[in-house]
Each structure stands twice: as C-alpha cells, then as structure tokens.
C-alpha cells in the first residue's frame, strides 16, 4: 500500500485548467458580443476575435507549460520502490516524518494496525503507547531505540518494535515490529533471545542474535550486545552483523570489540522457518550463535583442553599457593589443599558455587565477578571478601578469566593467611586489653577517692552514734555496700594490673592444698573435685592471697557453667605441671618467653566456651550469665593478677572423649622464680600507733576536697594538728610560712604539682621528713615510679582508724629510729 498526495494533486490540476478554460471562452463570448452591437461591423469584430484567440492559445500555453513544470519539481517520490524493498515476512514496517504522519508501511503493519494511524499513536495499552513514544524520543535523539513488549488494549503481549532515524536530513523514523506470536517463529525467538532465555544462553558461554538475509541484525541478546559495543541495553537492531566481527589469518571469528584478547568463537546459523506472508514465499531470517570454540562439542580445542585437565589438576595441587577453577556457570571444577585450608574446609567438600563460602553480604559481589570473569576478555582481578569461617577478617581473592582449558573458565587464588589471622587476633586482643586496662584503672582510681569520702563520713557519723541508735544501723548499711564496692574497684585494679600486691616465693601446690577445703564447699556434692600434682616443681614469686583468688575464680566460674547443663552434675580437675624451656621452644610460641614454668591446669566438664566468645572472656563485665548473677569481673580479675605476676593464661575447649565430656580448659602460666630462697626472719620489736603519745603536726595535700575534709577530721580527731593545701604548690607555700612539719601526707597525682615532685623539693630542706603518699593505684607501681627514701604508703579507700593508725605507726617509726641512733 502507498500513502500518498500524489493522485489527488493531478485530478486538482485537471479541474483548474477546465474552470479557466470555461471562464475563458465566457469572457470572449462577452467582449465580441459588445463590440458587434458597439460597432456593427462584421470585420472589425472577426479581426478582435482571431486575435483574442491567439492571445488566449498563447497563454493556456505558457500556463499549462509552467503547470507541468511545477508539479514535476514538487512531485513526491515513488514509494512503490520502498515498499517492494521493505517487505519482509513477519515484521511490520512503518515509516514516519517530523510530524510522526505516516509516510509509508508494508503489508504486514497495515495487517496489523491498518492505516488509520501512525506510531506511536496506536491502538495499544497505555504502558506500550508510553514506551513508544519513549523510543520515539530517544530514536530522534540517539539514532536507534528499542522497546520491550508490546501489549493490546486487552493486555495481551503481541510485538516488539524498533526505531532507526533515516534520510538524507535524518527527517524520517523507519518503525520495525515483530511480531510474539508463537504461530511466528521468528518473533517468538527474537523474544526469547532478548529475554530471560537469551540471558541463561549468555551465561552458559552462548550469544545470540536474529540476523536477516539482508545482513542487518533484527535482535540480539543482552549479552551479545555487551561483548559487541559494552552495554547490555542496546538493541544493535539496524546494524551489519558482520561489522561486530573480526577473522585472523586462521578464519578464528573473535568479537570486534574484544579483539584477540578474547576467546575464539564458532559460529553457527540456523535458518528459521519460511513464513507464507500472502506475498509468495520468502526466505526467514537466520538464528546465529557464538559459541567460545574452547567449549564446541566435540571440537578439538575441548579435546585438547579435557585431556590437559588432569595434569593441570596435579600442577595446581603441588603448588602452596591456594588456587580453584569454576566453570563458566561458577561452579566449582578443583581446589587445591592449601585453597580448602585458606577457607577451612579441609574435612569436607568445595560447595558448588564460590559464594557459598562468603558471609551473605558478599555473595551477591562474588557471583557477578566470577560471572563476568567467565565470560568476558581474559583478564584478571582481585576484590575483597569475608569467609564464613572467618567473618571478622577480609582477606583478597583474585580471579582471572582463563581459556581453551576445556571446561575451566576461572581461576580462583587465596593465599592461606590462617597462621597470619591467628597472630592478628592474638596481638588485636592484647592490645585491646591493655585499653580498656588502662580505662578500667582510671575509672578505679576516680571511685576510690569517692569511696574514700563516703566511707570516712560513715566512720565520723558512727563516732557519734551507739548501737541501737535509730541511725546506727542505716550507717552500718552504706558502709558496708560502701566495702562491698571498694572490692569491685579492687578487682578493676586488678585487671589492669595496678593492685597492691605482696608478693612471696612459694609452691604452687601449697597454695592449691590452703584452698581446697574452701573449694569443696563451693562446688558441692555434686561435682566431683581432682587434684594432680607434678613432682619437682620450680617455686614461683606471687601474692598468695591474690593467687588464692585466680584459684577460687576459676573453680566458681566452672561450677556455673557445669551447674548450667542438666542435673549439674560434672568433674573439675586441677593440675600443676611442671614445663621446661625445652617444652616450650617445642611450642614455638609467640607470646611465651623461653623460660621454666610451673603451669596450673583448671579443666571442667561443663560443655566448653562457644568459639565466638573465647576472645572475650578476659574482658571485664562481660558475662554469659543472666542479668543480675554476675558483675563479670571473675575472669577479668583472674587475668590482671596472672599478667601482674609476670605469667600468662591462656583459655581452650577441650573434646569430649569416651571418659569425659567436652569442657573447659585454663592454663596459667608462672615463671619459675630463680633467685634466692628467702630466709624467716627473727621477731623484731615493731613500733605502734600507740608508741606515739604527743601530738604532731601533720602536712595534708590532697586535691579532692571531699578526701582532704575527710582525713583532716580524721587526723585532728586523732591528736594531731593539721595543715591542709589542695596541690603541690600550695604544699610548699605551707612548709615555708607554717614552719616544719613532723609528717607529709599526700596524694600522688595531682593537677600542677604533683606529690612526688613536691616531696623531691621538701627533700632538699628536710632530707629525713617523713612521707605518707595516699593513692588509688598499686604501691608496687608507684615505687618502681618514684625512687623515694622513707616513703610509706596507704591505699585509697581508707577508714578513719586506717588513716590515723598509718601516720601514727609512721611518727612512732620515726622516733623509734631517731632513739636508736641517739643511744
């Protein structure tokens, strides 16, 4: 059918030059009848009629001659060739101007939408009718566009269209729609091809697409178009096929874009059904498919990359590095031992896809990236994952797109870094520890100077109370839950290892024996308690009270987690083993020094500590308890007085066995002490408080008032006459106008100066004066801190009574010795 002007146009023409003609012949009737009855002269008017004649014939002549001149130049052209070159079996084509009038159609679109209108204004539903005139747009602007399905006003999916700009001034958009019948072969391809279909063939190493006998691609797949220009979402639809495509020297086809970096493919066609358009019968279009010559059935490059599979197994297999090759579907084909070490599968199988071994937020990333290694350019990579085993810790992958190694399209690399993670955790967890130590320490030493003042004003309100007072007893009440959280700050302290210790040199097994019977009563009947002793064993230097603690704890926090199972039935076993340097050199531990040990082993049967949670066990307040049966310092305790003596504890579960179910297991490390066994020493006759009858004259400095109120009542209570200063400064102003003291007492630190350097500058005047430091930290640690003489020291909180028994044994200590020397 043509779309024309160009009939109309003619019979117009016609009927003009007939209204001239007829006006013409009128008007000369007229003019010779007005000149007989005007001259009556039968000559005079044959001569004005000849030449009336001849000027008319002169002027139809000139009038038609330029008539046929112009509707030649402004003749349309003849779109009977068009349409005999744009009609093809099941596509509809259609062409349109600026306007979107249209200009020309085949057989099958006026078949289908008539002539009526012109697209994009056809009879469709409004989601089609919108997605034509988007494709519209873009096609006036791009060059090209495509839609997806086309659907009829009842919804049912019929096309799909394409749109090419054309023409010499690109005045012209040429429409081509396909059909999605199934009774048309060719559409209900083309719609496969470019739809979820076409996507699993691209996936499986396949691209596909619709070509004509003209050569003109009519649709591709989505992967086919990412491989030819880089997008995914171009139709190619208009485009040479063989213009996508490149040949070498060997008549090997490689995709233009990729070049011979990419792999070889074969090419196959496959001619579709001949459609009867009611035109005669014509040849279909052609279905042609790319497929990687590495992967042709039956071809030689398989054979050859099958039979070499084996031993490039082999070769991978001896090779420390872990390597693993997937197939181009991303399945797992091979994975070396140090691979299935790197992701800790070594007791079982690879899974069938690398993204089952990544947590859940990477999958996605790792799927798509083996994906498009497997089917891109050869070319290689890596990205960063986390392991299911080891979700904490990224490590790198790196992927490399492989080919003509028959099935293997991938090759997978990952460094086994199981012995660099666990020495990364180990040196992450000491670190943190040492943080939040030094946090747990400060937050003890600012409580203990709010302790101290509680405790003191509860001390001074019992001064002036009796039992049976109807305040005595609230009294009692907050200084003991005042005693009750000077423990917990002393437990703190522990943990970060700035406690008061008194350490001796003692046997290990002696300490175990003096808690024995304690320890009996707390597990009860039910839970069997073990004792082994190793003979020979070297003695260690600790506090044994603290020691005694690490011991209790320890069994307290074995018998919650036995109590936890069942009827709480279980056995907890303690050992002491002797370890030589030998043994642990034989270790190769990093954090153990080499040295003798004698080694206390705390194991229970109460179900072992989850895995997760091991790196956390050491931490204070954390607790697996329920709310309210635990502080969850036990264990933080345990391990800052371990750490403070010098030694190491270490936590493990231990297996169940046919003897003994699955449990528990601490190993406290303590170094065998080597110097000098100390001697007992003779009774000596120690001053007292008491020895101390007259009254002194004392230096506070303290920068906590509540403390400073506190021990200055305290002291005057006591006897003593008191001179208080809130730093270091004001210390020294006191000394030179108050005069000379008997005693300083003094807190450590301090805002300016601080007590140490207060007392080096008193020192210089009164090199034999006395020093009492108060303090929240260890004395231990403040000695190895401030190399002081004649320095005593008394740990915050105190009482009333502590404080004045302190600077009172210290003045009777003093003039004890000053008697001796005299004498």
């Not at 744009?86 to 249209?102: C, F, H, K, S, V």
């Not at 009774?183 to 619709?210: N, W, Y």
């Not at 260890?778 to 002081?788: F, H, M, T, Y």
Request: charged letters at 20%; aromatic letters at 6%; hydrophobic letters at 40%.
């Amino acid at each position: 059918m043509i779309t024309t002007l160009q009939g109309q146009h003619s019979d117009q023409s016609v009927t003009r030059q007939r209204l001239w003609l007829a006006g013409l012949v009128l008007a000369l009737a007229a003019s010779v009848a007005v000149l007989w009855f005007a001259s009556e002269s039968a000559l005079l008017t044959a001569v004005f009629f000849g030449g009336i004649l001849v000027l008319a014939a002169a002027v139809f002549a000139f009038r038609n001659f330029g008539t046929e001149a112009q509707v030649d130049e402004l003749a349309p052209p003849d779109w009977s060739v068009t349409v005999a070159a744009i009609e093809q079996p099941g596509i509809g084509i259609a062409i349109t101007d600026r306007a979107n009038r249209l200009t020309c159609a085949n057989g099958t679109f006026t078949d289908w939408f008539g002539t009526g209108t012109a697209p994009p204004n056809l009879s469709l539903d409004r989601p089609s009718l919108e997605a034509l005139t988007r494709s519209a747009r873009e096609a006036w602007r791009d060059g090209t566009s495509a839609t997806g399905e086309l659907k009829t006003p009842q919804g049912e999916a019929k096309w799909t269209c394409a749109a090419q700009r054309a023409g010499r001034g690109d005045d012209y958009l040429i429409w081509r729609f396909t059909a999605l019948d199934s009774a048309d072969a060719q559409g209900m391809i083309a719609g496969a091809i470019t739809g979820h279909f076409g996507t699993l063939l691209s996936e499986a190493g396949v691209e596909t697409a619709i070509v004509g006998d003209d050569g003109i691609i009519r649709a591709v797949s989505q992967g086919f178009a990412y491989r030819s220009v880089g997008d995914a979402s171009a139709t190619l639809a208009g485009q040479e096929f063989v213009s996508l495509l490149r040949s070498d020297d060997q008549e090997r086809i490689y995709f233009a874009r990729e070049g011979r970096k990419g792999p070889a493919q074969l090419l196959t066609q496959v001619p579709l059904e001949q459609q009867n358009s009611g035109r005669g019968d014509a040849p279909s279009a052609s279905l042609m498919m790319l497929i990687e010559s590495g992967l042709a059935i039956g071809g030689a490059e398989e054979a050859v990359g099958s039979a070499a599979t084996p031993q490039l197994e082999a070769l991978l297999g001896a090779l420390p590095l872990g390597l693993a090759m997937t197939d181009r579907d991303g399945r797992f084909l091979f994975g070396n031992q140090a691979f299935l070490r790197a992701v800790d599968r070594e007791e079982e199988a690879l899974p069938q896809y690398p993204s089952d071994l990544v947590v859940r937020e990477d999958k996605g990333a790792l799927a798509d990236a083996v994906r498009r290694f497997g089917k891109g350019p050869a070319n290689n990579g890596d990205m960063a994952i986390r392991l299911r085993s080891q979700p904490e810790d990224p490590v790198s992958l790196g992927l490399a797109g492989v080919r003509g190694l028959g099935e293997a399209a991938v090759l997978l690399s990952l460094t086994d870094s199981t012995e660099e993670t666990r020495l990364k955790r180990q040196v992450a967890q000491a670190t943190k520890m040492q943080a939040v130590g030094q946090l747990a320490g400060g937050v003890a030493h600012d409580f203990n100077n709010v302790l101290t003042a509680i405790i003191g004003y509860c001390d001074l309100m019992l001064l002036r109370h009796t039992p049976g007072d109807s305040d005595y007893d609230d009294i009692q009440q907050i200084r003991a839950n005042s005693n009750r959280a000077a423990s917990l700050t002393r437990q703190l302290l522990a943990f970060s290892r700035q406690q008061t210790l008194r350490p001796e040199v003692l046997q290990l097994p002696d300490v175990v024996s003096e808690v024995s019977q304690l320890l009996k009563r707390l597990l009860g009947e039910k839970i069997e308690f073990r004792v082994h002793h190793d003979r020979d064993l070297g003695p260690v230097r600790a506090d044994p009270q603290q020691l005694e603690q690490v011991i209790v704890n320890l069994a307290v926090n074995a018998r919650d987690a036995m109590q936890m199972r069942g009827d709480g039935r279980g056995k907890l076993t303690m050992a002491t083993r002797r370890v030589s340097a030998a043994d642990i050199r034989k270790m190769g531990s990093d954090f153990i020094p080499v040295a003798d040990y004698t080694v206390l082993i705390v194991q229970d049967t109460g179900g072992g500590i989850p895995g997760e949670l091991l790196g956390k066990i050491f931490e204070p307040f954390f607790t697996t308890k329920e709310q309210g049966k635990g502080t969850g310092l036990g264990l933080s305790t345990v391990y800052g007085i371990v750490k403070q003596s010098g030694g190491f504890i270490f936590a493990d579960n231990v297996s169940a066995t046919d003897r003994q179910p699955a449990g528990a297991r601490f190993t406290v490390y303590l170094p065998v002490h080597r110097g000098e066994l100390p001697q007992p020493k003779a009774a000596e006759e120690e001053p007292a408080a008491s020895d101390w009858s007259t009254g002194g004259k004392v230096l506070l400095v303290e920068d906590e008032d509540m403390v400073r109120a506190v021990a200055e009542r305290a002291l005057s209570r006591a006897g003593f006459t008191v001179t208080a200063a809130s730093d270091g400064e004001e210390g020294l102003a006191a000394i030179a106008n108050a005069g000379p003291f008997d005693l300083v007492l003094s807190d450590v630190v301090m805002p300016g100066m601080d007590g140490p350097t207060m007392v080096k500058a008193l020192r210089k005047q009164q090199p034999d004066m006395p020093i009492v430091f108060m303090s929240g930290y260890a004395e231990e640690q403040l000695r190895k801190e401030i190399d002081i003489d004649n320095m005593h020291f008394i740990p915050k909180p105190f009482s009333v009574q502590q404080i004045s028994d302190k600077v009172g044994s210290v003045l009777a200590a003093a003039r004890f010795t000053e008697k001796g020397v005299k004498s």
